[in-house]
């Protein structure tokens, strides 16, 4: 079985920054894509950046150049430094692994955590 933990989450002030830190957990193979998502209340869930394996990145236009994404294969760890935070960014983050291959051969499609909060405010 896999298990995504985030952590890292918090209250901050605008201008500040936070990092998301997210560990797959399980006899883990290979993760392809990892992942951070948002939701923000009443709204549906949200890209903000993913990495695959191999570090090729990709970021929603709301936080390019204000986040980055990074990620440690050999422990299965996705990380999210998010600096110059605005009110907007305030969400619950979810991490994200698709196309997950355990070493016994089970594979999973998409995986979530349980998410954590970041809010921004004054």
């Known amino acids: 079985q896999v298990q995504l933990v985030e952590s890292g989450g918090g209250l901050v002030q605008p201008g500040g920054s936070l990092r998301l830190s997210c560990v797959a957990s399980g006899r883990i193979f290979s993760i392809n894509t990892m992942g951070w998502y948002q939701q923000a209340p009443g709204k549906q869930r949200e890209l903000v950046a993913s990495?695959?394996?191999?570090?090729?990145?990709n970021y929603a236009d709301s936080v390019k150049g204000r986040f980055t994404i990074s990620r440690d294969n050999a422990k299965n760890t996705v990380y999210l430094q998010m600096n110059s935070l605005k009110p907007e960014d305030t969400a619950v983050y979810y991490c994200n692994a698709d196309h997950l291959v355990m070493r016994d051969g089970r594979y999973y499609v998409g995986s979530w955590g349980q998410g954590t909060q970041v809010t921004v405010s004054s």
């Open positions: 990495i695959t394996s191999g570090g090729r990145t």
